[in-house]
């Protein structure tokens, strides 16, 4: 009797699995084309599409993130996904955006040459200079202020893709986290 049980919940429990994967692919996919799309529209209305307006469209992770997981709570009713498939969903769609993000944003440092990137780096390194100069809370010392400016010159593709790789991420699971939990049930 036992047996015939297992082997019954099998077939729900894989179609569910195959549900949170192809939901955490598809919201991933959408937010991380939304990242992507944001930043080259930025890019070509002449704005940095590598600076602090990125942000904007990484927003939407986290919200892409708590929506692949209310739809698998709402496409498993009566069932409950469980803590680990609602988790998991969140987690696979934060992943992807930060994947796809991170690499439209070195696609897109890549077509868009040294230029855009120096201009970036000007924008970053005005900002840098901005808040060693206004926050009185953090003093640092002629060193590590010298330190801070050579980073942002030094600034490369890859540092400014896996920057914002661990963004999308950090934002995304913020969120997703305590979604997955909230929406387990």
Known sequence: MAGSSIASDTPKAEAAK??????????????????????????????NGFGPKQILAQLLVPLAAVASEWMLRRRLKPEKPGLGRSLGVGVLTVLVAALISASSLIGLAHSAGEKALAVNRAEVLEIVRA????NPKVVLSEQQKQQQIQLVENMTIGDM?????????????????????FLRE
């Open 131 to 134: 808040q060693q100069r206004e």
């Open 161 to 181: 893709a896996s920057g914002t790789f661990f963004k999308v991420l950090f934002m995304g699971l913020i969120l997703a986290l305590p979604g997955g939990i």
């Open 18 to 47: 195959g549900l949170a994967l192809r939901l955490g692919l598809r919201f991933g996919l959408a937010a991380g084309l939304a990242c992507a799309l944001w930043m080259v529209g930025l890019q070509l209305t002449g704005n």
